[in-house]
């Protein structure tokens, strides 16, 4: 039995969302058949997306904080439900003992096989990033990147979320979802994992959305059940 | 700036909840106004309630783990969203180097001033240990405790809420809360941190409830911004 680490607090809500997917997808009659986790919630990481768009202050020295502490305390696998942070995937994982599952790779592996062309709703951060737009290319599907006018309505969104408004993030995102349908397209990426939450406002959504927390949160289940994790020894 | 240290998993959702509301009574407009949490979701340790109860296996030794490694990794302060757990209370608290909050202080605290005789819903375990009775009787207020007809549908809630099944959950607790308003009831200490997810799914609950995951979370909030712990250094 190992625990699984989680690199977190970006944003908090967003942890608590995948948290709660994780203990939800785990098939468990009492606390005893749940999977061991180390959460290391930590909100002060310097913005991603700001660090990516507008050289502010570099998060990178503080992730790689959070790696250290989640592998000193023995953790077999870590998860990071923020999909910008993922722009460091690689220095991240050369510097973690414990493997590290990539967001982008979970989340694109859940598009049907028949969608040609996908939206990436994301920080401009990570769009600039582009590391979702390679993942989709490399499975030959057509990324695309919000326009100008859409996407100021994905940061609003993404924005709301981590203020803890949750009605004016749905309503963001469910404008950006009508633009989409109205320019023919009918799969999205939920590619920042605070886009989620307002999609929980959205009862019908014009678009069929791909939740990436929920993605990491599958493959984190199935890491972790697949070697007994939910045993206790 | 120190991390706040939830020793939590017991159970994984009631974990879940406990966070949401520190992260949603958090005053913040951007992720790094949140607070730092480190949470080590540990499903495994042994049955709080039957340890009491039972002879069963005693769950001691992983909760001093768990106390251990929160502070180990530098924790100011532990709060434990686990009311059967706080049986313990005089031995992890003697055990940290950090303070640990007791969820029942910080509970009973919350009642109104006109309450004479208030219920205690609970684990059968945390109704022998008797710390929550005694907590009120310290504020001349009659603890009220389930009968025989009564305990065994708040025995089924939690066992529910802990195997995921909130609908059947919510119906058991409808039909204590039910019970109790029968029998001139009017306030009852959800003094379990699984029953909170059973009572979101009541709209109308015939009953003024006591929320002991809320009033742990305010009570964490509340001394972790004293501090400015909300304020990266």
Same mark, same amino acid.
């Given at each position: 039995?190992?625990?699984?680490?989680?690199?977190?607090?970006?944003?908090?809500?967003?942890?608590? $969302?995948?948290?709660?997917?994780?203990?939800?997808?785990?098939? *468990?009659? #009492?606390?005893?058949?749940?999977?061991?986790?180390?959460?290391?919630?930590?909100?002060?990481?310097? $913005? #991603?997306?700001?660090?990516?768009?507008?050289?502010?202050?570099?998060?990178?020295?503080?992730?790689?904080?959070?790696? $250290?502490?989640?592998? #000193?305390?023995?953790?077999?696998?870590?998860?990071?439900?923020?999909?910008?942070?993922?722009?460091?995937?690689?220095?991240?994982?050369?510097?973690?003992? *414990?493997?590290?599952?990539?967001?982008?790779?979970?989340?694109?592996?859940?598009?049907?096989?028949?969608?040609?062309r996908v939206a990436v709703?994301?920080?401009?951060?990570?769009?600039?990033?582009?590391?979702?737009?390679?993942?989709?290319?490399?499975?030959?599907?057509?990324?695309?990147?919000?326009?100008?006018?859409?996407?100021?309505?994905?940061?609003?969104?993404?924005?709301?979320?981590?203020?803890?408004?949750l009605d004016a993030a749905?309503?963001?995102?469910?404008?950006?979802?009508?633009?989409?349908?109205?320019?023919?397209?009918?799969?999205?990426?939920?590619?920042?994992?605070?886009?989620?939450?307002?999609?929980?406002?959205?009862a019908e959504p014009a678009?069929?959305?791909?939740?990436?927390?929920?993605?990491?949160? #599958?493959?984190?289940?199935?890491?972790?059940?697949?070697?007994?994790?939910?045993?206790?020894?």
């Amino acid at each position: 039995m190992a625990l699984i680490g989680i690199l977190g607090g970006m944003g908090p809500l967003a942890t608590v $969302d995948f948290m709660d997917k994780v203990v939800r997808l785990t098939t *468990a009659s #009492r606390d005893q058949e749940h999977l061991p986790l180390l959460v290391a919630n930590l909100p002060h990481i310097d $913005d #991603r997306s700001s660090a990516i768009l507008d050289h502010g202050a570099d998060p990178l020295p503080a992730l790689l904080d959070g790696i $250290d502490l989640l592998n #000193r305390n023995g953790v077999g696998l870590i998860a990071i439900p923020c999909n910008s942070a993922h722009h460091w995937y690689a220095q991240m994982s050369a510097h973690s003992g *414990a493997p590290v599952l990539h967001i982008a790779q979970t989340c694109v592996a859940a598009v049907p096989r028949e969608a040609r062309r996908v939206a990436v709703l994301a920080t401009g951060g990570a769009l600039v990033s582009g590391f979702y737009q390679q993942a989709l290319a490399d499975l030959d599907i057509e990324p695309m990147v919000p326009n100008a006018e859409m996407q100021p309505l994905v940061a609003a969104c993404i924005r709301e979320v981590k203020a803890g408004d949750l009605d004016a993030a749905g309503a963001h995102l469910q404008a950006v979802l009508g633009l989409l349908a109205e320019q023919g397209v009918s799969t999205a990426l939920m590619a920042c994992t605070e886009i989620p939450l307002a999609a929980a406002r959205i009862a019908e959504p014009a678009v069929k959305l791909i939740d990436s927390t929920l993605e990491l949160a #599958r493959a984190t289940v199935k890491y972790a059940c697949e070697r007994g994790w939910n045993r206790a020894q």
